[in-house]
T-cell receptor
Framework: GENVEQHPSTLSVQEGDSAVIKCTYS??????FPWYKQELGKRPQLIID?????GEKKDQRIAVTLNKTAKHFSLHITETQPEDSAVYFC?????????????FGSGTRLSIRP | GAGVSQSPSNKVTEKGKDVELRCDPI?????LYWYRQSLGQGLEFLIY????????KSGLPSDRFSAERTGGSVSTLTIQRTQQEDSAVYLC?????????????FGQGTRLTVV
């Protein structure tokens, strides 16, 4: 079945540096790739997504890239700040006439060092 | 209006007891998921409901775990004869088709502690 692998499992970066989280997926029919952020003690929430008809999408300090050929997608956070500390989950799903099953990666715990 | 609602928010139970966890999804969302999250860990998929289709139960860790979704809305996750290793946060999510993809909305979770 569909599988999403996420690396690294933990990441520590100096405040102001960049952070990159990478995911790979197995089902070539996947065409929607959301990223969720889970702050300590809170629920995961969608922060950005990318569809298979684009290669990159940016939203302020956050960008996502997608390589459909290699079945890779990545989250890039620039100029990291303390509030970026959280667990980040990538996910993949397929389009269709109704909501399709979302497959989540195992998560990356990002820590920002002051 | 409201988001995904789970109850109770916290549950402490004695080992061997049965527990029921409830999830009220967002109205109109056809898909519903249950996940388990141990402290500092990722999302462990348990079960997935999609409309009237047979649920995907492939993530349930043992036959002590079961879930149902009545009328395509509210879902209940039941854990029988609870064990200490069942202690975790149980998250429910419902999802909706959003453009070409699907967006999931999570509840606040139920923190289960088995003593």
């Amino acid at each position: 079945g569909e599988n999403v692998e996420q690396h690294p499992s933990t990441l520590s970066v100096q405040e102001g540096d960049s952070a990159v989280i990478k995911c790979t997926y197995s089902d070539s029919a996947s065409n929607y790739f959301p990223w969720y952020k889970q702050e300590l003690g809170k629920r995961p929430q969608l922060i950005i997504d990318i569809r298979s008809n684009v290669g990159e999408k940016k939203d302020q300090r956050i960008a996502v890239t997608l390589n459909k050929t290699a079945k890779h997608f990545s989250l890039h956070i620039t100029e990291t700040q303390p509030e970026d500390s959280a667990v980040y989950f990538c996910a993949a799903s397929k389009g269709g006439s109704s909501a399709s099953k979302i497959i989540f990666g195992s998560g990356t715990r990002l820590s920002i060092r002051p | 209006g409201a988001g995904v609602s789970q109850s109770p928010s916290n549950k402490v139970t004695e080992k061997g007891k049965d527990v029921e966890l409830r999830c009220d999804p967002i109205s109109g969302h056809t898909a519903l998921y249950w996940y388990r999250q141990s402290l500092g860990q990722g999302l462990e998929f348990l079960i997935y409901f999609q409309g009237n289709s047979a649920p995907d139960k492939s993530g349930l860790p043992s036959d002590r775990f079961s879930a149902e979704r009545t009328g395509g809305s509210v879902s209940t996750l039941t854990i029988q004869r609870t064990q200490q290793e069942d202690s975790a946060v149980y998250l429910c999510a419902s999802s909706v088709k959003r453009g070409a993809g699907t967006e999931a909305f999570f509840g606040q979770g139920t923190r289960l502690t088995v003593v």
